[in-house]
């Protein structure tokens, strides 16, 4: 079992769509992670959220919107997409200490898998 | 942003063998060194970390090693299991201000034959 959910396991999308990426995490992290994952390939940051603030957007497309409703939820807003937008999504938590330099482990979800048609 | 550089790419080894992964980072500020393991269809976990005021840590068949002034750090497994073969990331940070600017290295496909 993983501590930190995300719904749903799979998406398909057409070019038009909208639609949004639900993590959830109750451990009481502060810090929270969107990731985007090609297959043969690492992971790579696209947003980080401190305390329920963003602090880190890594030069990600406006197509992508980040929200974090509260300190247990984190959503990605998906709009428009390209089929090269295909890709693994992860979501991970760690518990924070914005405004330091303390990094912790980061826990993850086990994805949602997007395919853009 | 830090940038890591991982090396090999792939590492083919009998089981018993020990591996050995080397990250090289460039942010002399970076102070927090994980690897995290991902198996095929699953998502990446934590298996060691590493503070910068620690030269090793041990834990059972795996250690990691940092070399601050080199820059660089390693992933050691000893008495490497078929259940060792996985995909592994080393994480760069980019220190000071730039908190949970996590950078994942290019990855190391492990194979363990039996």
């Known amino acids: 079992d993983t501590e930190v959910t995300q719904t749903p396991k799979h998406l398909v999308m057409g070019m038009t769509n909208k639609k949004s990426l639900k993590c959830e995490q109750h451990?009481?992290?502060?810090?929270m992670y969107w990731y985007k994952q090609k297959a043969k390939k690492p992971p790579e940051l696209m947003f980080v959220?401190?305390?329920?603030?963003?602090?880190i957007n890594e030069s990600v497309p406006s197509r992508f919107s980040p929200e974090c409703p509260n300190s247990s939820l984190l959503n990605l807003h998906l709009h428009a997409l390209q089929p090269e937008d295909s890709a693994l999504y992860l979501c991970?938590?760690?518990?924070?200490?914005?405004?330091?330099?303390?990094?912790?482990?980061?826990?993850f979800g086990n994805g949602t898998r997007l395919t853009v048609t | 942003g830090e940038n890591v550089e991982q090396h090999p790419s792939t590492l083919s080894v009998q089981e018993g063998d020990s591996a050995v992964i080397k990250c090289t980072y460039s942010d002399s500020a970076s102070n927090y060194f994980p690897w995290y393991k991902q198996e095929l269809g699953k998502r990446p976990q934590l298996i060691i970390d590493i503070r910068s005021n620690v030269g090793e840590k041990k834990d059972q068949r795996i250690a990691v090693t940092l070399n601050k002034t080199a820059k660089h750090f390693s992933l050691h497994i000893t008495e490497t299991q078929p259940e060792d073969s996985a995909v592994y990331f080393c994480?760069?940070?980019?220190?000071?201000?730039?908190?949970?600017?996590?950078?994942f290295g290019q990855g190391t496909i492990l194979t363990v034959h039996p």
């Open positions: 991970a938590s760690s518990q924070g200490a914005g405004g330091s330099s303390y990094n912790s482990p980061l826990h």
């Open positions: 994480v760069g940070n980019a220190g000071g201000t730039s908190y949970g600017k996590l950078t």
């Open positions: 959220y401190s305390y329920e603030k963003l602090s």
């Open positions: 451990m009481g992290h502060r810090a």
